[in-house]
């Protein structure tokens, strides 16, 4: 259950959908948490998704450690991701959905779903293996989800707004919850939110993106500080106060 | 780390592979028959040029002739029935009336030629008021009258939703604006409904138009002799009575000639050329008609019911009168019954694996779309999967058949034909019940599915089948029935041998057994209407 601690990188990655152009050259630090924080439309989910696979840049490389895996497809990339919503097939109960996590085909051995259940009782869900995903509530959907991290064990971690869509109660529950599975595994997390509270309470490292790349980068506290940068500061509505 | 080195770099996605096999078959089986046409036009040129004489010339003009006025019949009625069903959005019976305008739709040509010989012929049930009224001996409706009457049947009921749903397109504050202002009947349809209605009308008349020229049973049974023939039963006979195939390929050339420019036209009128309707959902629309309007609508509306509901009723009352019992104890009603439902089983699981493939093929190819360019490949597998309706089956029937004519015996491929055939006319169809909930679960699921590896047959069995199934079921149906009551390419190849049930209903008729041809009529109207009702079922209960 040990995850190698994997750097993230881009470099001179450039690439354009209909008529935005987007160029990314950015260090994510290896084992922390990184906040990825921006204006809509900056560029943050393209950001996420040419790290998954799910886009492949024009020009320049992604690294995954060492290793160059700017051609490789998603599923071969050591790279779990969970979504804003759909991170659960409606039509599988909870345990299968986790276990795809382990296998696509789904062939799972004795030791495979006792693992998926040790990650169920993890996130809180001991004993719901065979709910269905209409029966949850939004925040057990994404704590299945979690789950589904857990058995999948890659070092990087790709969080899309995850609980943008839960309560604030709920979604302190899930940002501890993050916090302490992070702390356990080390992984490499990379999560684009739109609180900033969620990123001064989890996260160690700040990248700002604008205008379709990264405008800053830093320490979480000194971006939160007074001297934190000024397009960032302007975001967030600091400068007012 | 787990697995992210077993994987290679970027492998062909097997959707894809499933599309262009499809649209392999696909081109095989229309590219065969237009090699068979090559090769005989070039084995016998001066046979295929002289072909092109005064004869096909005749029978050119009255394809057209008749398509141009069953148009007209269809369209110019529709809209008053159309309109008069929106002015009246609620009354009893509204909704049993548009159910019954749907069934036309799901019946067999040849059922509905029976049904309206059963009511217009020369011993239908008209026949004694006809010939009282006229004074003459009732002579019957054969040849262009009863083409017409056919093709009116089938297409009224269709115009009319089409039109129906084109009014319901007009947004409800402008139906209570115009009763605030005080508009009259006259003034509402010049102002508000018209504009509606033409902007939807050149796509429903080519439409209609495009059925008429490619209809072949209708003109088949009820057209009579050389004054009423169409392109289409010209190669039927060109083939099966007069052996000469250098006019079948002549008169297929100006066939598929035909079709085509109907179908860019329509393409370019943005028509949809698979031509079903919704059932139009009544809204209220505010509208106070005045007592002779209402007059009037009802008068149309009963006029319309009476039209089509006829042929309806006449085909379950002379069903009934045959001696079904005897019948069903038949040996080649049996046989043929069998035949029928194998035939259409098999080419109805083809027509929903061909769709599913072009389904999944062009979802795959938009999704690793890099640029905004659409390739060659996805737009073939998107519109260019309609383009088979532009080939009439019998223009493949007959391009096959003068193919393997002389290697093989042309009968024995008559299973195979029915099969493949019936299976591409289906297809375009099944692709429209099954792409939306195909994209719909794509959409929500083609990252995670990425992300967590899961492609190919594990897809397909996992993730994609579950939500598949009930609009699968919906085109399967729709195929069967479609492929049961076809007699198109069954017409070309079929023998004593290979049999199905409008074939068999064909000879009954062809040899004066009018009760045995009525009664199995019967039999198959209330087969493809079951099956129809059950695809519409299986797809509703999927949209929800």
């Keep these: ?241 | 780390m787990r697995g992210s080195a077993t994987l290679t770099k970027t492998t062909v996605d097997p959707r894809i592979l499933a599309g262009i096999a499809a649209l392999t078959a696909i081109g095989l089986l229309i590219g065969g028959a237009f090699a068979g046409l090559g090769v005989e036009a070039a084995r016998n040129p001066e046979g295929a040029a002289a072909a092109f004489d005064g004869y096909l010339f005749r029978v050119a003009r009255f394809t057209l002739w008749q398509a141009l006025l069953s148009t007209l019949l269809s369209v110019a009625p529709a809209i008053l029935v159309a309109r008069a069903l929106s002015r009246h959005p609620i009354f009893p019976g509204r909704g049993v009336i548009l159910r019954l305008f749907a069934v036309p739709l799901a019946l067999p040509a040849i059922v509905a030629a029976l049904g309206i010989l059963s009511l217009y012929g020369r011993a239908g049930y008209f026949a004694e008021p006809l010939t009282a009224l006229t004074g003459g001996t009732w002579p019957g409706i054969y040849g262009l009258s009863g083409i017409l009457v056919a093709h009116v049947f089938f297409n009224l009921p269709l115009a009319t939703r089409l039109i129906l749903e084109a009014l319901q397109t007009v947004p409800a504050d402008q139906w209570r604006l115009a009763s605030q202002l005080g508009m009259g009947a006259r003034a509402s349809f010049r102002l508000i409904e018209w504009p509606a209605i033409r902007a939807a009308l050149p796509g429903i008349a080519g439409l209609v138009f495009m059925l008429c020229i490619t209809s072949f049973t209708i003109v088949l049974t009820l057209g009579g002799g050389p004054a009423a023939t169409t392109l289409e039963v010209a190669i039927y006979q060109a083939l099966r009575f007069d052996f000469d195939p250098a006019r079948a390929v002549a008169l297929t050339l100006l066939q598929i000639a035909l079709t085509a420019v109907v179908v860019v036209a329509l393409m370019r009128l943005g028509a949809n050329t698979t031509g079903d309707a919704n059932l139009p959902v009544a809204g209220r629309n505010y509208i106070q008609a005045s007592a002779g309007e209402k007059a009037f609508n009802i008068a149309v509306i009963l006029l319309a019911l009476v039209f089509v509901g006829g042929p309806m009723l006449a085909t379950v009352a002379s069903g009934l009168e045959a001696d079904l019992a005897r019948l069903a104890g038949e040996a080649s009603v049996q046989h043929a019954t069998l035949t029928s439902i194998v035939l259409a089983t098999l080419s109805a699981t083809l027509a929903a694996v061909l769709a599913l493939s072009l389904v999944m093929a062009r979802r795959a190819l938009a999704g690793s779309r890099q640029s905004g360019k659409i390739s060659l490949l996805e737009r073939f597998t998107d519109t260019g999967a309609g383009f088979v309706l532009v080939v009439p089956p019998i223009v493949i029937g007959a391009g096959w058949f003068v193919l393997v004519r002389q290697s093989v015996d042309v009968f024995a491929l008559a299973p195979f034909m029915v099969v493949t055939v019936n299976a591409i006319m289906a297809m375009p169809f099944a692709v429209r019940a099954v792409r939306p909930a195909y994209d719909a679960a794509s959409e929500r699921h083609e990252r995670l599915c990425a992300q967590l590896g899961i492609s190919g047959w594990n897809r397909l069995r996992l993730i994609d089948w579950p939500g598949l199934r009930r609009p699968l079921a919906t085109a399967f149906a729709f195929a069967m029935a479609l492929s049961l009551g076809d007699l198109g390419v069954i017409a070309l190849f079929g023998s004593d041998a290979v049999q199905t049930l409008p074939y068999l209903l064909l000879s009954r008729m062809g040899s004066y057994r009018t009760d045995d041809a009525a009664g199995l009529a019967l039999m198959l109207g209330l087969l493809c209407l079951a099956l129809m009702m059950l695809a519409d079922r299986l797809g509703k209960e999927t949209s929800k």
């Design chain 1, 1 to 241: 259950m040990t995850s190698t601690n994997a750097a993230v990188r881009l470099e001179h990655v450039v690439f354009s959908y209909s008529d935005t152009m987007v160029r990314f050259d950015v260090n994510f630090v290896p084992g922390e948490i990184t906040a990825i924080m921006g204006p809509s439309g900056a560029g943050k989910s393209t950001l996420l998704n040419l790290v998954a696979g799910f886009e492949i840049p024009r020009e320049g490389r992604v690294l995954i450690g060492d290793a160059d895996v700017t051609s490789l497809p998603p599923a071969g990339r050591p790279v779990s991701m969970v979504f804003q919503e759909n991170n659960l097939f409606a039509h599988l109960d909870v345990a299968k959905n986790v276990g795809l996590g382990r296998s696509p085909a789904l062939r799972l051995s004795a030791s495979d779903r006792h693992d998926v259940a040790t990650a169920l009782t993890r996130v809180g869900l001991a004993g719901m293996e065979n709910r269905l995903p209409r029966e949850l509530s939004g925040g057990e959907r994404q704590r299945v989800a979690l789950a589904r991290v857990l058995v999948r064990d890659r070092p990087i971690l790709l969080l899309d707004e995850p609980f943008a869509s839960l309560g604030p109660a709920l979604r302190a529950d899930m940002l501890d919850l993050l916090a302490s599975v992070q702390a356990e595994r080390r992984m490499t997390v990379l999560f684009v939110t739109h609180q900033p509270e969620d990123a001064r309470k989890l996260a160690e490292n700040m990248v700002f993106v604008e205008f379709g790349t990264v405008a800053a980068t830093g320490k979480t506290d000194d971006f939160f500080g007074n001297s934190g940068p000024d397009g960032f500061r302007h975001y967030i509505g600091s400068e007012r106060q």
